[in-house]
Antibody, heavy 121, light 107 residues
Framework: QVQLQESGPGLVKPSETLSLTCAVS?????????WGWIRQPPGKGLEWIGT???????FYNPSLKSRVTISVDTSKNQFSLNLSSVTAADTAVYYC??????????????WGQGTLVTVSS | DIQMTQSPSSLSASVGDRVTITCRTS??????LNWYQQKPGKAPKLLIY???SLQSGVPSRFSGSGSGTDFTLTISSLQPEDFATYYC?????????FGQGTKMEIK
């Protein structure tokens, strides 16, 4: 059973870089699949941030592309999110997900439990 | 971007009711539509993928239908554990996008 667990600072100062890691258990990232990040501001809806293939190919939300980097570390079986120049608008619960693709249709399953990141001085 | 419009935004219903949530997309997306359930303080959970396929372990009272631009999620007989927020999500064009959510509350 694949399980994902986010980790990283819960508080980041404005203009700094938000950095999160997602540890994957129950599956070797190097074997395949796409992996991604989704966020949810408090009381609001879901926003896809970006996706990475196990080989390192990435796809980003154009609204965040200039500030986002997603990377994979197969030796540690984890992938990471860096979001630079953060503002209060980046305050959200950040989820890591596996992007499963069956019969050509992608969906998100499973999800990590989520981690709240607050941007504040 | 493909825009997603869910209706209603909120819904009051009783245990045992049959309820339907609608998701409309701004472009035709074939069957590239997924549904998720989110309970307070928890991560979303996949219910339906590819418009009508039930995820393993999800009760059969949940069903999905639709193709093109109009999709529905139906719960045949609401149970107490079904009161949650539901989101649709398109996976036709990467920039994946979600509907704004439908919050289901107890009447």
């Amino acid at each position: 059973q694949v399980q994902l667990q986010e980790s990283g600072p819960g508080l980041v100062k404005p203009s700094e870089t938000l950095s999160l890691t997602c540890a994957v258990s129950g599956y070797s990232i190097s074997s395949g699949y796409y992996w991604g990040w989704i966020r949810q501001p408090p009381g609001k809806g879901l926003e896809w941030i970006g996706t990475i293939f196990h080989s390192g190919s990435t796809f980003y939300n154009p609204s965040l592309k200039s500030r986002v980097t997603i990377s994979v570390d197969t030796s540690k079986n984890q992938f990471s999110l860096n979001l630079s120049s953060v503002t209060a608008a980046d305050t959200a619960v950040y989820y890591c997900v596996r992007e499963f693709r069956g019969a050509g249709v992608p969906w998100f399953d499973p999800w990590g439990q989520g981690t709240l990141v607050t941007v504040s001085s | 971007d493909i825009q997603m419009t869910q209706s209603p935004s909120s819904l009051s219903a009783s245990v045992g009711d049959r309820v339907t949530i609608t998701c409309r997309t701004s472009e035709r997306i074939s069957s590239y539509l997924n549904w998720y359930q989110q309970k307070p303080g928890k991560a979303p959970k996949l219910l339906i993928y590819a418009a009508s396929s039930l995820q393993s372990g999800v009760p059969s009272r949940f069903s999905g239908s639709g193709s093109g631009t109009d999709f529905t999620l139906t719960i045949s007989s609401l149970q107490p554990e079904d009161f949650a927020t539901y989101y649709c999500q398109q996976s036709y064009s990467i920039l994946w996008t979600f509907g704004q959510g439908t919050k289901m509350e107890i009447k």
